[in-house]
């Protein structure tokens, strides 16, 4: 197969390192949040929250809530390493192969997941809110987000077909 070392493919594996490495700072910020800064006091305090049973109410499911962003921490990783390792086969000149089917139909479970994730942390978010304590999260339902979850299923199917001809076609030459 022919190799590409297309500028376009060069950034897109700088991109994907550089968020790979944010995407483990994040989880590292995430779990000081939940492990050393668990004082109940100094949250209410830097979100203007008057101690009272709402106010707990709120503090736990922005726990809650930081909990399950520590979750999405390994499953950004994994569409994050699959798609690192599909720029490098696309590199190399050889996109359609059944690892790569393989490694779409893997980041499209995880999105799923990531999907599925995010409806509930927007109920969380609707679950502690109140008109004194608004909580504000861009979480719940995202229709871009399940598109992104059905055309990556899509894909993956289509790269297996791909892969699947494009073995049948070395056959028989």
């Known amino acids: 197969?022919?190799?590409?070392d297309s500028a376009a493919l060069r950034l897109a594996s700088g991109v994907l390192r550089?968020?790979?490495?944010?995407?483990?700072?994040?989880?590292?910020?995430?779990?000081?949040?939940?492990?050393?800064?668990?004082?109940?006091?100094?949250?209410?305090?830097?979100?203007?929250?008057?101690?009272?049973p709402e106010a707990r109410r709120v503090v736990m499911g922005l726990?809650?809530?930081a909990a399950i962003g520590l979750v999405g921490v390994p499953i950004n990783y994994l569409v994050l390493a699959r798609l690192l390792?599909?720029?490098?086969?696309?590199?190399?000149?050889?996109?359609?192969d059944a690892a790569n089917a393989?490694?779409?139909?893997?980041?499209a479970w995880a999105l799923l997941a990531l999907q599925l994730m995010s409806l509930v942390v927007g109920a969380i978010?609707?679950?502690?809110?109140?008109?004194?304590?608004?909580?504000?999260?861009?979480?719940?339902f995202s229709i871009n987000g399940w598109l992104a979850v059905?055309?990556?299923?899509?894909?993956?199917?289509?790269?297996?077909?791909?892969?699947?001809m494009r073995d049948d076609l070395a056959g028989t030459v």
Request: net charge positive; aromatic share 6%.
């Open 125 to 140: 978010a609707r679950a502690v809110s109140t008109p004194a304590h608004p909580v504000h999260l861009d979480a719940g």
């Open 102 to 107: 393989s490694r779409l139909r893997t980041i």
């Open 1 to 4: 197969m022919a190799r590409s």
């Open 85 to 96: 390792a599909m720029v490098r086969t696309v590199s190399l000149g050889d996109p359609f």
């Open 18 to 52: 550089l968020l790979i490495v944010l995407n483990w700072l994040m989880g590292a910020a995430i779990l000081v949040l939940l492990l050393v800064v668990p004082n109940e006091r100094w949250i209410m305090s830097a979100l203007d929250l008057v101690p009272s």
């Open 150 to 164: 059905l055309l990556t299923f899509v894909l993956a199917r289509v790269f297996a077909e791909g892969a699947t």
């Open 63 to 65: 726990r809650a809530v």
